[in-house]
């Protein structure tokens, strides 16, 4: 489905604004949204409780609206963006990161912000945002249209107009104590809740809350340092999750998640490598939706680099893999004698998140959301106890295996200041 979306993000002067009116007033909530239209033009309204400053700009490939704004509750009612209406056919909502939510339009082609405003609380009706758009050509869209971005003042009146900067916070520096430093990584959060199973379970919270358990586990038995990509229910980039585990210097990357598939008998853990090449068609099918992520949360995605095949065989892309592999190795070896896994546990594909060219990376999926059974398991504290206690041995054996093989590119570990 091709799919337009703007996206409003707050300036960083209006950011700052943004937050101190937070500091002293109620937060903003957003009671209900809708669109009206046909396939030439559209209007967009999000229904307030009050002022509420935000910023507006395009997207393509597809094309995206995407409204950025202050830390929201959102309290609309479940279904509601699955709404198709005239140029609009979907929208989603949720928080993009800490002090800043996030609404995403697809569109069913490309457009211009014709408008976009706020309007005041009268006669008991909430105050509203709203953007309007007008349908285009391809011709008409620009380049230039993808840079603009239109900022709305909590006045409710446009105040300014600048260039698209997406970036990526990088974390802050930690002390480094001489252990090996592994990175969790919770799939999804905020605007991306990843799979949800039939009785409402949520990826996001889900992985959220196993890596929280996690943690403490590894750091306590393992004797290693553990940093979670992120501690709360918000959206981080996989171009960021991978950053974030660079300026860490990890020596181990773990990505966790619970899919969803349409054949709900497929169930099991699984542990996916890096590969350029799929190893089966369920691998690349769930690599093309993993993969999808910055997509559905508004973010602007860049082509690929050609520079990452020449990683992929380079010496040090090859020296990742084959440590990536004996991790893999290990951690299935772990996990078959306590938890159930798919019918082929060890996999590979082309997933973003797993390209860090010098950190052994795997992608865990502890199940399938989709599976009642597997569902059932993954809620489970007793079997959650299982899993944890062969992934914090699996994780022992990998370093003491590293630590006897002193040779390679990566050593037995990076060395610590």
Same mark, same amino acid.
């Given at each position: ?126 105050? +509203? &945002?709203?953007?309007?758009?007008? @349908?285009?050509?391809? *011709?008409?869209?620009?380049? $230039?249209? #993808?840079?603009?971005?239109? !900022? ?124 350029? +090449? &799929?190893?089966?068609?369920?691998? @690349?099918?769930?690599? *093309?939706?993993?993969?999808? $992520?910055? #997509?559905?949360?508004?973010? !602007? ?117």
């Amino acid at each position: 489905m091709v799919g337009m979306m703007f996206c409003l993000a707050l300036t960083a002067g209006e950011s700052a604004k943004a937050q101190s009116v937070n500091n002293q007033e109620e937060q903003v909530h957003i009671s209900a949204a809708r669109t009206a239209g046909d396939l030439k033009q559209a209007r967009f309204v999000l229904d307030i409780s009050g002022p509420m400053p935000f910023t507006a700009f395009l997207l393509q490939k597809p094309y995206r609206l995407v409204m950025d704004l202050p830390a929201v509750s959102f309290e609309m009612a479940q279904g509601i963006a699955q709404v198709e209406r005239g140029l609009v056919s979907n929208f989603r909502f949720g928080v993009i990161n800490e002090g800043r939510s996030r609404v995403v339009l697809d569109l069913k082609g490309p457009a211009r912000i014709a408008k976009a405003f706020g309007l005041p609380s009268v006669d008991g009706n909430p105050a +509203r &945002a709203v953007v309007e758009l007008e @349908a285009v050509s391809e *011709q008409q869209f620009t380049a $230039s249209s #993808l840079q603009e971005v239109l !900022h709305v003042g909590r006045n409710g009146k446009r105040s300014s107009q600048s260039k698209l900067v997406e970036s990526v916070p990088l974390p802050r520096a930690r002390a480094k104590n001489g252990r090996p430093v592994v990175v969790l990584d919770p799939g999804h959060g905020g605007i991306d809740t990843g799979a949800v199973s039939a009785s409402g379970v949520k990826e996001s919270a889900l992985v959220l809350k196993f890596a929280k358990v996690l943690k403490k586990h590894l750091e306590a038995e393992a004797g290693v340092q553990v940093i979670l990509t992120r501690e709360s229910d918000k959206f981080i980039s996989l171009g960021g999750r991978v950053n974030f585990a660079q300026a860490r210097e990890a020596d181990l990357f773990i990505s966790i998640h619970a899919d969803s598939v349409r054949e709900s008998y497929v169930r099991g853990a699984t542990v996916y490598t890096l590969s350029d +090449r &799929a190893s089966d068609q369920v691998s @690349a099918q769930l690599a *093309q939706r993993e993969n999808r $992520s910055d #997509l559905l949360a508004g973010m !602007h995605i860049e082509e690929e680099d050609d520079v990452v095949a020449d990683i992929l065989i380079s010496l040090t892309r090859r020296e990742t893999a084959n440590h990536s592999a004996l991790y893999s190795r290990t951690l299935v070896g772990a996990l078959k004698n306590s938890v159930r896994l798919s019918k082929t546990p060890a996999r590979s594909a082309g997933f973003r998140v797993l390209k860090a060219p010098d950190i052994p990376s795997v992608l865990l999926e502890l199940g399938f959301l989709s599976n009642r059974q597997d569902q059932s398991a993954l809620t489970s504290k007793a079997w959650q106890e299982k899993a944890i206690r062969s992934i914090v041995a699996s994780v022992k054996r990998f370093f003491a295996k590293r630590g006897s093989q002193q040779t390679g590119l990566l050593g037995p570990s990076k060395p610590r200041g």
